[in-house]
């Protein structure tokens, strides 16, 4: 982690250095290397929640200070935004945000796209979808945009068909042919509780999103035996109240995650269970 924080920070200063002011020849070639990327006109500090991994490791101070709080649910990131506790948020999904907000009618956009999480199918039983047993129970999250996610994947794989238009997120209601009677959803949990259900051997298989089988210690190598393929996967948003989608330190914070330093550290880091995109 540290090693990443060291290429973030100097990611930010380096489109922050219009911002420091001053007139030496050094800062006035710096802002010339600058020139078209977003920048600050003092330094800031942006409250920003995440998720504990990857998120809090795609992320760090220098130029702009990131104070970051760290999430272990979906909820709270979105009503801490809404309250102002935070000023940015980076968890969620365009699936998920467009959910939240027509339940709730929280007034925010995404500024724009920063990685995918595949969410993965893992057993600890079973090497393929295809060998799972009659009657196999599937653990999932009781997110129903998560669920839009998951059965997909076993529709790709031939196991079940689905009933909805393209486009649309699909829930249970949606299965329209299960030969093998693959039980969906008897058990629903947070998804922050999806590893532990893995580890202690619940269903036949469990439905993760990724950042929580990294933070639950999961093998994702071992264990993993499908998972979202990479035309359909949604990318995790910075997002903001919308009030405040044009404030420049914001713009930086964008450039900086999208950056190719970040995009490395990215693909070195997590091998493959995390993508970036952007």
């Given amino acids: 982690m540290k090693k990443f924080l060291s290429i973030i920070g100097a990611a930010t200063l380096s489109l922050s250095l219009v911002a ?16 078209g990327e977003a920048s600050v006109d003092e330094p800031v500090t942006i409250k920003i929640g995440a998720s504990a991994v990857p998120h809090t490791e795609v992320l760090e101070e220098r130029g702009i200070t990131l104070e970051i709080e760290t999430f272990t649910d979906y909820i709270l ?8 506790d935070i000023d940015v948020n980076y968890f969620q999904t365009p699936g998920y945000l467009a959910q939240q907000i027509e339940e709730y009618d929280y007034d925010f956009v995404s500024l724009g796209e920063v990685h995918a999480e595949p969410i993965g199918i893992y057993s600890k039983e ?5 060998e799972l047993p009659e009657g196999a129970e599937i653990i999932f999250s009781d997110s129903i945009s998560d ?33 093998k009677n693959l039980v969906f959803g008897s058990q ?16 036949d298989a469990v439905a993760i999103n990724t950042n929580y089988a990294l933070e639950g210690g999961v093998d994702i190598e071992q264990y993993g035996i499908a998972f979202e393929s990479e035309d359909v996967l949604q990318p995790n948003l910075i997002v903001v109240r919308a009030e405040d989608q044009d404030r420049p330190e914001f713009q930086v914070l964008v450039e900086v995650l999208q950056s190719e330093e970040v995009r490395q550290f990215i693909e070195e880091q997590y091998n493959g269970a995390v993508i970036p995109m952007g």
Avoid: K
């Fill in 20 to 35: 420091c002011g001053g007139t030496s020849e050094e800062d006035t070639q710096g802002a010339e290397e600058a020139e």
């Fill in 77 to 84: 990131p979105n009503t801490a935004l809404r309250d102002g």
């Fill in 126 to 130: 079973y090497s393929s979808l295809e």
């Fill in 147 to 179: 669920h839009g996610r998951i059965l997909p994947i076993f529709e790709r794989a031939g196991l079940i068909e689905l009933d909805v238009e393209e486009g649309e997120l699909a829930t249970i209601d949606d299965i329209s042919s299960n030969p």
């Fill in 188 to 203: 629903q949990v947070e998804a922050r509780f999806l590893a532990p259900s893995f580890e202690n051997g619940e269903g």
